[in-house]
């Protein structure tokens, strides 16, 4: 069975910080990974998603994801928050058998 | 495309009452999610379907919820009778595949009294 653990229910940043958002799954096999973002008062949009190939991957809105299989994880990354940035983020993973949702970290971005 | 559909955005209901929810996935979608959000609860997968077909309920919560899917186009969740703790917004989202990234509707707000 898969599972995906998000580090850091709350994560805070300065307006020009790095953002960082982590996240660790498991799965029996090569899963497909993703990054949604929830605005609120809206549904989940996708940030970015992981297949296959290049383990770098890039999203919309300037945020980028690095999927590392030795460790299991891919963590999100945008070089300088924005105000608009704010926002919950939820980490999933699928494969052809099942599919998770991470509990998801909200992000506070101060100016 | 216009996106996955959802209706009604707002229902406001008192405990006992019969709820109905739809959806309209994006054409030639193959999978249909439903979820529930609440803050105490975070985002929990109610049901899902492929090909119309319900593959996993495990997440429903009880008798008291329904879902289902009569064609490619539409599904509807049914909560009867509805109690103040199914308060939540509902999301519905489909996929291409069930493996593949999920678009999202903007979600029902259900309130009961």
């Known amino acids: 069975a898969q599972s995906v653990t998000q580090l850091g229910s709350h994560v805070s940043v300065s307006e020009g910080a790095l953002v960082l958002l982590r996240c660790n799954y498991s799965?029996?096999?090569?899963?497909?990974l993703f990054w949604y973002v929830q605005y609120p008062n809206q549904g989940l949009q996708l940030l970015l998603k992981?297949?296959?190939?290049?383990?770098l991957v890039k999203g919309i809105n300037g945020f980028e994801a690095e999927f590392k299989k030795s460790e299991t994880s891919i963590h999100l990354t945008k070089p300088s928050a924005h105000m608009s940035d704010a926002a919950e983020y939820f980490c999933a993973v699928s494969d052809q058998d099942d599919m998770r949702f991470g509990a998801g970290t909200r992000l506070t971005v101060k100016p | 495309d216009a996106g996955v559909i959802q209706s009604p955005r707002h229902e406001v209901t008192e405990m006992g009452q019969e709820v109905t929810l739809r959806c309209k996935p994006i054409s030639g979608h193959n999978s249909l999610f439903w979820y529930r959000q609440t803050m105490m609860r975070g985002l929990e997968l109610l049901i899902y379907f492929n090909n119309n077909v319900p593959i996993d309920d495990s997440g429903m919560p009880e008798d008291r919820f329904s879902a289902k899917m009569p064609n490619a186009s539409f599904s509807t969740l049914k909560i009867q009778p509805s109690e103040p703790r199914d308060s939540a917004v509902y999301f519905c989202a489909s996929s291409l595949r069930q493996i593949d990234e999920q678009y999202f509707g903007p979600g029902t707000r259900l309130t009961v009294t």
């Open positions: 799965s029996s096999v090569p899963p497909y």
């Open positions: 992981y297949t296959t190939g290049a383990t």
